[in-house]
């Protein structure tokens, strides 16, 4: 979580580029915005102006960064584009989130060399993984979804908050969630996201995976929380991080 290729999600992202226009740009009409993911290799994003519409494409490896990274990323590339200075603070959630990338991508390279995964258990210090896993089961899919092993992440991740990972039927859920301030509704919908990738195997196509897709996200929208947990995520999982971490 939280990705996908969908139009909304695609259009969503195009709103925060025109929301950082607009920041930079009171007095002018934020432009039209085209937003794609795209097939590059790596990490590598463009931003470019045709006939007066702003086309990004931002690199398909990044397809489940998270709104609050992708609020950094536009403010990076939108600054790149207007030709002002990068800003540490505002460009900070991108990075971490790449940085968060490149220890999940070397990771999984070293998990598939050893074919062996990190397991540390469904029981948090707040909540069980596998009691809220059996309430969505029941309440959502007719207790028809097998469990996968579940697992609280060893580290505590602020922008991964959650993984499928199908090759070992593992979900794991990021131990930054496993918190008094995270609303239970919160911690559900990570889990009830993760859950749809079990029930809506990746599709291909044209050479490349659609983790989510129409169907996918049409199902998410029914989590009761939606909204709120999305808004929650938004907002809120930054004021997890230790304050010393904190700039
Ligand atoms: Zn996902």
Known sequence: MI???????????????????????????????????????????TIRVRSGQ??????????????????????????????????????EPYEEYVRSL????????????????????????????DEIFDSLNFWYF?????????TWSPRKSFHILGHHDSTHDTISISRSLDSTIVPRYVVEYVLFHEMLHIVHPAVHHNGRR??????????????PHYHEAERWITYNVGKLRPAAKRK
């Open 102 to 129: 490149e220890i999940r991508e070397r990771a999984d390279h070293s998990r598939r060399t050893r074919g062996r995964k990190v397991v540390t258990g469904t029981k948090g210090e707040v909540y069980d993984l």
């Open 54 to 91: 702003v086309f990004v494409r931002i690199a398909e490896i990044c397809h489940d960064m998270p709104m609050v990274a992708q609020h950094g990323l536009a403010d990076i590339l939108v600054r790149k584009l207007l030709g002002k200075r990068a800003s540490r603070r505002t460009g």
């Open 210 to 223: 659609y983790h989510h897709t129409v169907t996918f996200r049409r199902d998410e929208r029914r989590f």
């Open 142 to 150: 007719k207790s028809s979804v097998k469990k996968p092993t579940l």
């Open 3 to 45: 990705n996908g290729d969908s139009e909304q999600l695609l259009s969503e992202i195009g709103e925060i580029y025109r929301d950082t226009f607009a920041r930079f740009d009171p007095e002018r009409r934020p432009p039209q915005v085209h937003v794609r993911f795209y097939p590059y290799i790596g990490i590598n994003h």
